[in-house]
């Protein structure tokens, strides 16, 4: 379980990272696009990405190993 959850934390960050050293200028542009949304928008889409998050890792368990 420990480790499952060190793997997911680390997956993520390798992936942020790696989006923060490939395209800094498009994180700043999609963070102003954030910013100037109203505050109901963000939260729908935080929840919208999670619901998503969730389904991924329900799939994974489905049909992993």
């Given at each position: 379980m420990i480790a499952a959850l060190c793997?997911?934390?680390?997956?993520?960050?390798?992936?942020?990272?790696?989006?923060?050293?490939?395209?800094?200028?498009?994180?700043?542009?999609?963070?102003?696009f954030l910013r100037e949304l109203p505050l109901p928008a963000r939260r729908q889409i935080g929840a919208l990405v999670m619901v998503a998050g969730a389904f991924l890792l329900w799939v994974a368990?489905?049909?992993g190993p």
């Open positions: 793997f997911g934390l680390g997956l993520v960050l390798v992936i942020e990272g790696l989006v923060w050293a490939v395209a800094p200028n498009m994180v700043e542009q999609l963070l102003v368990q489905v049909f």
